[in-house]
């Protein structure tokens, strides 16, 4: 009668990969990857099992149902002691790098919720960029030196966009948007003023009604930003559909075209006076734009933002510079 050989003897049985879905297998082997690092590095089961605080033998079922998986033998067995295939090896530096790439992403997200060291994600329009926001960030870091700044500047409904990305925690922006999934609060108010050539008709006024610009060729922001929307409110209210002349992206190369005697251009008031220009307070319609902070409601803040956000609060009324 032959005799039955044992699995030290025999040749190994092949390895047949089990049925899986090309989508699952993230799902189906990660939470495998630190155990078969550890059998890979202690070559044997046991001393393994004893690292991960796990039996040994629901350790020894998952790398064998790992080599299921993956229809591949990834180790060659002498009991409890084991050494890796050239398979197995190759394996290995990939998932080592998955793991110390999961190991470094957590580190990351534990130093910037850090409330000494961490980091916030701000957005703010481009003319607040100059002055203003500096200056909050400045007295903000007096009691909070530590804390790092992501600073992202672009046009409201960009930054509405990247805030319901998840890539910034709040953002100034202006209009103050009415939208179910953002909460907001109002900061302050900025005047904003009609600019004119220095040689314009109006130059030598210091208050006018806008309706008085009616019929001047306008150099404006393009449709999307905020202050266009506001623009063309405003208008509307004095009585009249503005004619534009040229659209942009920045308030000061608007500045510019109105130098240039290219057209007027209703603003908010500048940092540094541009020569060439006259800027003018608007009597009527009242002429701001209400400058307000937003966050994506339900979404839990890390310690430095919530600094951040309660420092802002408090700025209600003054946050201009």
Request: neutral net charge; glycine residues 8%; aromatic residues 6%.
């Given at each position: ?53 796990v039996p040994q033998s629901t350790l ?244 430095p933002v919530a600094a951040f956000k ?12």
């Amino acid at each position: 009668m032959s005799t039955p050989l044992t699995r030290e003897a025999a040749a190994p049985a092949p390895v047949r990969p089990a049925e899986l879905d090309a989508d699952s297998w993230a799902s189906v082997l990660t939470p495998r990857l630190a155990q078969f690092a550890a059998v890979a590095r202690h070559e044997h089961v046991t001393r393994a099992a004893g690292e991960l605080a796990v039996p040994q033998s629901t350790l020894s079922r998952a790398m064998v149902r790992l080599e299921a998986d993956l229809g591949v033998e990834l180790f060659a067995r002498r009991g409890r002691t084991v050494s890796l295939t050239p398979a197995g090896r190759r394996f290995l530096g990939s998932v080592e790098r998955a793991l110390t790439s999961v190991e470094e992403a957590a580190e990351s997200l534990r130093s910037d919720a850090d409330p000494a060291t961490g980091k916030v994600a701000f957005g703010f329009l481009h003319t607040l960029g100059s002055e203003t926001v500096p200056a909050l960030i400045r007295a903000f870091r007096a009691d909070h030196p530590g804390v790092r700044f992501a600073l992202v500047q672009n046009y409201g409904e960009a930054m509405l966009e990247r805030l319901r990305a998840g890539d910034l925690d709040l953002c100034l922006t202006s209009p103050i948007p009415d939208a179910p999934d953002l909460v907001t609060r109002a900061l302050d108010e900025q005047r904003l003023r009609l600019v004119v050539p220095e040689d314009h008709r109006l130059a030598g006024r210091r208050r006018v009604r806008l309706e008085e610009a009616a019929e001047e060729p306008f150099v404006t922001l393009e449709p999307g930003y905020g202050m266009r929307r506001i623009f063309e409110t405003l208008c509307a209210r004095a009585g009249f559909t503005p004619r534009i002349a040229f659209e942009g992206e920045e308030a000061e190369t608007l500045r510019g075209l109105v130098a240039a005697g290219l057209g007027v251009s209703l603003l908010p008031p500048p940092t540094v006076l541009r020569p060439g220009v006259r800027e003018l307070e608007v009597s009527s319609p009242r002429a701001v734009r209400e400058i307000g902070v937003a966050w994506l409601d339900g979404h839990r803040d890390t310690p430095p933002v919530a600094a951040f956000k309660e420092f802002l609060l408090r700025r209600r009324g003054h946050l201009l510079a």
